[in-house]
Antibody, heavy 119, light 107 residues
Framework: QVQLQESGPGLVKPSQTLSLTCTVSGGSISSGDYYWSWIRQPPGKGLEWIGYIYYSGSTYYNPSLKSRVTISVDTSKNQFSLKLSSVTAADTAVYYCARLLSYNWFDPWGQGTLVTVSS | AIWMTQSPSLLSASTGDRVTISCRMSQGISSYLAWYQQKPGKAPELLIY???TLQSGVPSRFSGSGSGTDFTLTISCLQSEDFATYYC?????????FGPGTKVDIK
């Protein structure tokens, strides 16, 4: 059973870069059927898809965040990562990683990690 | 771009009630729709995909229907563990989008 776990700093200063890693266990990130995704949820608000990556390194980003987002993959560590640059308070959110089945639905999800942008 | 709405945004119900949540699209998406349940402090969990296919392990009191622009999530007999927020998600077109959510709370 595949499980995902986010890790990274819980506090980032404004204008800096948010960096998170998702570790996949119970399955290979190199499975050809899946894309590996980042989704966020501001406190008390809804879900926003950030982007996803294929194990080969192909990436797809939300147009609204594309200029600030980089997602990368390390197949040797079974991990993928998110970098979001020039953060502001509006980027404060719970960040989830999730597995995407072939451009379809997200399952399973990591437990999420709260990242607060504050000085 | 596709727009998604969910109604109601808040639904107050009692254990045992039959509950219906609507998800409406600004354009047709065939059956490319999923439903998720999110409990407070937890990650969303997949309930239904392809508009009406129940994810493995999800209780049969949950069902989904619809195609095109109008979709429905039904809980046939609400249980205490079903009080949560429910989101629909379209995967017909890029980018994948989530609806604004429907919170089901205790009446």
């Amino acid at each position: 059973q595949v499980q995902l776990q986010e890790s990274g700093p819980g506090l980032v200063k404004p204008s800096q870069t948010l960096s998170l890693t998702c570790t996949v266990s119970g399955g290979s990130i190199s499975s050809g059927d899946y894309y590996w995704s980042w989704i966020r949820q501001p406190p008390g608000k809804g879900l926003e898809w950030i982007g996803y990556i294929y194990y080969s390194g192909s990436t797809y980003y939300n147009p609204s965040l594309k200029s600030r987002v980089t997602i990368s993959v390390d197949t040797s560590k079974n991990q993928f990562s998110l970098k979001l640059s020039s953060v502001t308070a509006a980027d404060t959110a719970v960040y989830y990683c999730a597995r995407l089945l072939s451009y379809n639905w997200f399952d399973p999800w990591g437990q999420g990690t709260l990242v607060t942008v504050s000085s | 771009a596709i727009w998604m709405t969910q109604s109601p945004s808040l639904l107050s119900a009692s254990t045992g009630d039959r509950v219906t949540i609507s998800c409406r699209m600004s354009q047709g998406i065939s059956s490319y729709l999923a439903w998720y349940q999110q409990k407070p402090g937890k990650a969303p969990e997949l309930l239904i995909y392809a508009a009406s296919t129940l994810q493995s392990g999800v209780p049969s009191r949950f069902s989904g229907s619809g195609s095109g622009t109008d979709f429905t999530l039904t809980i046939s007999c609400l249980q205490s563990e079903d009080f949560a927020t429910y989101y629909c998600q379209q995967y017909y077109s890029f980018p994948p989008l989530f609806g604004p959510g429907t919170k089901v709370d205790i009446k």
